[in-house]
Nanobody
């Protein structure tokens, strides 16, 4: 089992920045990838970025060059630095961890990000 707790959402004007944090606990040894997803009203949940244990990262095309994902292994945290925010980034952001061997997904409770124009 893995527990995830997000923090750092809020309201920001377009062009601004926010930093999301996700603290993980539990069966840390089983996690092989962590990431951030988002879900806007009326839309499906989509991948924003993820980072594998070896440090390889992947980003959605819509956030490349603006968002940066990183991990602090000493603190069991994954960070999403979001710069140059746009109104279309408005969504609930969820932290995710995927574990081996069954590829189970664990989710945080979500944190609201609202970008005003």
């Amino acid at each position: 089992q893995v527990q995830l707790v997000e923090s750092g959402g809020g309201l920001v004007q377009a062009g601004g920045s926010l930093r999301l944090s996700c603290a993980a606990s539990g069966s840390m040894f089983s996690i092989f990838v962590m990431g951030w997803y988002r879900q806007a009203p009326g839309k499906q949940r989509e991948l924003v970025a993820h980072i594998f244990n070896g440090g390889v990262t992947n980003y959605a095309d819509s956030v490349k060059g603006r968002f940066t994902i990183s991990r602090d292994n000493a603190k069991n945290m994954v960070i999403l630095q979001m710069n140059s925010l746009k109104p279309e980034d408005t969504a609930v952001y969820f932290c995710n961890a995927r574990t081996t061997p069954a590829f189970d997904d664990y989710w945080g409770q979500g944190t609201q990000v609202t970008v005003s124009s």
